[in-house]
C-alpha cells in the first residue's frame, strides 16, 4: 500500500470510522494504536522488516525507562549511541557492516524519522523528568502512521497533548472539509504535478546523458527540484489532512521555499521540522560546545561556520547509506558554512544594519537567489545521478559546460526573486470548499487516465 493509492484511501476511512465509532476513552489507547499496528503491516515489506521495526521501537522504549530511573550523567550519551548504532545496523550502512548479522538486516521503512522522534523524546526527557511515556504512549507516538514514511517530525510533548484530546475531538463538517481539501490538493500537487516534471525531469536527463547539452542539464536540474517539492509537499498535505480525521494536526513542513534569497533561508523553509530538529538537537549543543571551548568573540563566526558544516553534513548520513549521500551531505555543508561564514563576514565589515539593506534591494536579491539555486541544484544532484553517470557528465561538459549549465538555472530563478507570490486564503464558502475539491479530483482522475503513474512509491520514502 502507498499513500497516494485507492488501499490508503480505503484504510483512511476504515480507520476513520474505528476510531470514531469507538468509545471515547478507547480511541488514544486503543483505536489509534491497532491503526497504527495495521498500517505497519500493510506498508511493511516483509513480517520480517515488521519485527525489525517493532524491535526498534522496543529498544527506544527501554532507553526511555533507564532516562527515566535518572542515572549518571554519562548514560543518556551511552543510550543515544546506543540507539544510532542499531539505527545504522538496521539501516545498512556500510561502515557498520562488521557488525553480527548486518548482511541479513531485512529492508524497513520509517526508521529514520522514528530516529530523530526517539533521540528526541529521550533527551527531553533527561530535561523534564515529568515527561515519563507509557510504553502505548511510546509506540504511537514513534510509529505513528501520519508521520512514519516521510514525516513531518512531531514533538513528543505536541503529539501527547493531542492525543489527550482525541477523547473530546468531534468530527464536523469544516474539519472533515478541510481534511479532504488538504488531502485533495497533496494528490493535486503528486499525481499531477509532481508526475509532470518528474516526466521533465527524466527526459532532460536522458538528453543530458546522450549528448553534450548543458542546457538541458540544469533543466533536469531544476525539474527534478520541481518534482522534489511537488512530491514531498504534497505527501505532507495528504497525511496531514488524513491526520485532522483523528484530532491530530501536524507541524507544517513547508513554508513556499521557492521564494529563498539565501542557501540558510531554504533549509528554514524547506522541510521545517527537520530543519528545526538538528538546529535544536545538533547545531545548537554543538555551537555551544565549540564556544565554551574558544570563547573568544573573534570565533564566532567560525565556529557558527563549523557547526554548520557538521550538521548539514550529518542532515546528508542521515538521508542515506550510501556514498551518494555521503557526498550529498559535504556539498550540502560546503552551502551553508560559505552562506553563514559570507554573512558573518559582511555583518562584521559593514555592520548588520547595512547588511540587512543592502540584503533587501532588489538587484542583491536577484544575485543572492541565483545563486542560492544553482548551488543548490547542484548539491542534490547525487540523489539522482549515479557516480558514473556524473562522472561522465563531468568529463564530457568539462568545467565550461558545467558553468554554463549552472549559469542557466541562475538565468532562471535570479529573476523571480523580484516576483510577488501571494497568498490565497482557503475560503470559507463550503459551497466553494466542496466544488474547489470535486474540481481536483477530476484533475486528477483526468490526469492519470491520459498518463498513469509508472510508480505510486513517494521519492522521499526511500529516507
Known sequence: MTINSLEFLGFVAAAAMAFHFAPCRWRA???????????????????????AVLG????????TRIVALRSGPGTLPLLLAAIVLIFGWLKGYSLLSWLPFAANVPTTIGLSYMLLRGLQLLVDMREDPTLRPAAGEVFSFLASWPCLVSGPIQRFQEFRAQLEGMQSFRLDDDVLVESLGRMARGWLLVLVCGDFFRHVWLGLKAIALEEVYPLAFGGAQLAFLAYLFCD????????????????????????????????LEFWGRWHMTMSDWFKTYVFSPLLMALTARWPSAGTANALATVAFF???FLVGLWHGTTKAFILAGLLLGLGASVNQW??????????KRAFDAMAQGPAYGMAAKGLTFAYLCGAIVPLWMQGQEMRSVAGRYGLVGLAISQGFIFALAAPTAAVRHPRIP????????????????????????????ADGRFFYQQY
Do not use: H, K, Q
Open 232 to 263: 514531498f509537499a504534497g505527501y505532507t498535505d495528504i497525511v496531514f489532512g488524513a491526520a485532522r480525521l483523528f484530532g491530530l494536526r501536524l507541524p507544517e513542513n513547508f513554508d513556499r521555499p521557492y521564494e529563498s534569497r539565501s542557501f
Open 342 to 351: 559570507y554573512r558573518g563576514a559582511a555583518r562584521g565589515r559593514i555592520g
Open 310 to 312: 557538521a550538521t548539514f
Open 56 to 63: 526498534f521501537m522496543v529498544a527506544i522504549w527501554l532507553a
Open 426 to 453: 482557503w475560503p470559507r464558502s463550503m459551497v466553494f470548499r466542496c466544488f474547489l475539491i470535486a474540481l481536483a479530483v477530476v484533475i486528477i482522475e483526468m490526469y492519470v487516465f491520459l498518463f498513469p503513474p
Open 29 to 51: 489507547r486503543g483505536a489509534w494504536p491497532l491503526t497504527t499496528l495495521a498500517f505497519l503491516g500493510l506498508t511493511g515489506p516483509s513480517w520480517a522488516a515488521l519485527l
